[in-house]
């Protein structure tokens, strides 16, 4: 079995690579990690060469703009993006527009996903509900009556709410179905409240207080929010992967410099088997990712639902991504607390992707029951 992508998806990582290699994060001063640190939006001028390089219709059909690409060539640009830190809502904006042209109406899709693939507007999702520690489609409910739906909730830690265009929210129907909702920023009954991450990104918490759609602005299709949600977490999975391997470059390039006794601590046995160790974890988050994305693009059906796949995929990069920052703040010593160098803005990155992923823990037992319920022959 081939396993080597294919020449668009290739052509796209050396695309993202160009644009993403004018953001080079050692070169950015480092603010402190506090509240209103960071700029209260995303790159701009990032978010343009993007869209001038085609990358954010990427994933679009060619009928609307798009390359046509599926999520694996998606997840390799993110993983690039991730190497730089790159603050721009690249995950979220492809998410929603291809569950918009998956899930929801013809005339929907015209209207939204030419200009979306453009840049504008600026699309962004909230998959934590109200605590994250919930489905997040009960975070909110969604009445219809006649040609509208009212919603109304409360969602947390959403990302690029107070600049994005159009925030596509979960809400649950009084008959327990899962809907997503298109809210524009700024609409009637919409309240957004700042809240911040562990590296000093603004999220909002979203209060949706009577919200009126057109019935147009709702994705009420079977599976929609299942999709959406899914292809957030994989994309995430990439995020930490890109992450993961750019901080063990960046251990590799210190400690092969880094001097003791007149021999760089690199040869030294106790740092070589931690980077080894690392290196397994940075591979393991790699198979397993691509399998997870492989199953959402539409792969030959597993033993398995396609929810293990990304419980295992989860579970290593949670884990993985903070084995990976933990080991090389250790390797560096005291130099990687440094706000002047930039291995502190990855660890801090590094835990919020951890904390957007959720508790390895809760994705072995989703594991565990899928297991018990499917049991492998």
């Not at 509900?129 to 009556?145: C, I, N």
């Not at 063990?248 to 740092?271: H, I, K, N, S, W």
């Not at 930039?342 to 594991?367: C, I, N, Q, V």
Request: net charge negative; charged share 20%; proline share 6%.
């Amino acid at each position: 079995m081939d396993f080597t992508f294919t020449e668009e998806q290739q052509a796209a990582v050396e695309a993202a690579r160009g644009v993403f290699a004018d953001v080079p994060p050692d070169g950015v001063p480092s603010p402190a990690l506090t509240p209103g640190a960071v700029s209260d939006t995303y790159d701009r001028p990032l978010w343009s060469r993007l869209a001038d390089a085609d990358l954010l219709g990427l994933v679009l059909d060619p009928r609307h703009g798009g390359a046509g690409l599926d999520l694996l060539a998606l997840c390799l640009v993110l993983r690039e993006s991730a190497r730089v830190l790159a603050r721009v809502p690249l995950l979220e904006h492809c998410a929603v527009a291809m569950t918009v042209e998956r899930y929801g109406s013809p005339a929907l899709a015209d209207a939204l996903l030419p200009d979306a693939g453009r840049g504008t507007p600026v699309l962004t999702a909230g998959a934590h509900g109200r605590t994250g520690h919930e489905p997040a489609e009960l975070a909110a409910t969604a009445r219809h009556d006649g040609d509208t739906w009212t919603v109304d909730g409360l969602h947390s830690t959403i990302p690029w709410a107070h600049s994005a265009d159009l925030i596509a929210l979960p809400a649950h129907t009084p008959e327990g179905r899962a809907v997503i909702a298109l809210i524009p920023r700024g609409h009637d009954g919409l309240t957004l409240s700042e809240q911040y991450s562990t590296n000093g990104e603004l999220l909002a918490e979203a209060r949706l207080d009577a919200v009126r759609l057109d019935a147009d602005r709702i994705i009420d299709a079977d599976g929609a929010w299942n999709w959406l949600r899914d292809v957030l977490a994989t994309g995430t999975c990439a995020l930490a992967l890109g992450l993961g391997e750019r901080v063990l470059d960046m251990t590799a390039r210190y400690t092969g410099t880094r001097e003791q006794f007149g021999f760089p601590v690199a040869t030294f046995q106790a740092v070589a088997m931690q980077a080894a160790d690392r290196y397994i974890d940075l591979r393991a988050m790699e198979v397993t990712l691509w399998q997870a994305a492989w199953r959402l693009a539409g792969g030959t059906n597993g033993a398995l639902p396609i929810a293990a796949d990304i419980a295992v995929a989860k579970i290593w990069a949670a884990e993985g991504v903070r084995r990976v920052v933990q080991t090389a703040q250790h390797l560096h010593g005291g130099f990687g607390a440094d706000t002047d160098y930039p291995l502190h803005r990855y660890h801090a990155s590094a835990k919020h992707l951890e904390l957007s992923l959720g508790p390895a823990a809760a994705h072995e037992e989703t594991l565990g029951a899928l297991l018990a319920a499917h049991p492998l022959s």
